[in-house]
């Protein structure tokens, strides 16, 4: 299957946030965990907290900045994805969560990164 150049684009900044989060000395987990239903782009230990990061990529010029873009609907389907990971890796199941939001801006070549953490609260849904 070929790869799209929105699949690329969207490669390009998780590695992005990969490397950015890995020198905030964040450890990770895995990347691209897919369920029915939702995808958790990377999964990372920050000391004994497991976080949940959604990376969004928008131009700098938007009506909507790319941490707003992460609506009610995506929370639910992040929270979603997370319940299922955590299922599937019970060594993880008495961590503490988190979800957390990497924004990458872009305008002109130029990139900005926003990391928000604890975005959003999963007791919220």
């Not at 029915?36 to 959604?54: H, N, P, Q, S, Y």
């Not at 801006?105 to 900005?112: Q, T």
């Not at 990391?115 to 999963?122: Q, V």
Request: aromatic share 6%; glycine share 6%; net charge positive.
């Amino acid at each position: 299957m070929e790869t799209t150049a929105r699949q690329q684009a969207g490669s390009q900044a998780e590695n992005l946030a990969l490397d950015y989060l890995q020198r905030q000395k964040l450890a990770l987990v895995t990347r691209n965990f897919h369920v029915r239903g939702g995808e958790l782009d990377l999964v990372m230990l920050d000391d004994a907290t497991l976080v949940f990061i959604e990376v969004r990529q928008r131009a700098a010029r938007g009506l909507v900045s790319a941490a707003e873009s992460v609506d009610g609907g995506k929370q639910r389907r992040l929270i979603h994805a997370a319940q299922c990971f955590l299922a599937s890796h019970p060594q993880h199941a008495r961590r503490p969560c988190r979800f957390d939001v990497v924004a990458i801006a872009h305008n002109l070549g130029e990139r900005r990164l926003e990391w928000r953490k604890n975005a959003f609260e999963a007791s919220a849904y």
